[in-house]
């Protein structure tokens, strides 16, 4: 069983930043690809960002120049540094691990998810 637990999430005002951090832990396989959705109220779960094991990233569009995600030096730990934080990227952020990001979302591990409360 693999767990994922995030942190630093919170309230920020418009054009501040956060930085998410996920670490898993368990039986993970090497490869693998970690990532962050979010979901705000009424809205699907959507892809923030995810990286592969050889450090491939992808973006929304929404958060392409904003969010950076990388992997710490255990690849089982990804960052999401979010940058000029807009009122709209309010969500509940879930980090996730999966085999690749054209699966991860419907068979990935999921985090509880941490909030991102973007508000003056």
Known sequence: QVQLVE???????????????????????????????????????????AITNGGITNYSDSVKGRFTISRGNAKNTVYLQMNSLKPEDTAVYYCNLGLTIATMKLTGYWGQGTQVTVSS
């Open 7 to 49: 942190s630093g999430g919170g309230l920020v005002q418009p054009g501040g930043s956060l930085r998410l951090s996920c670490a898993a832990s368990g039986s993970i396989f090497s490869m693998h690809t970690m990532g962050w959705y979010r979901q705000a109220p009424g809205k699907q779960r959507e892809l923030v960002a």
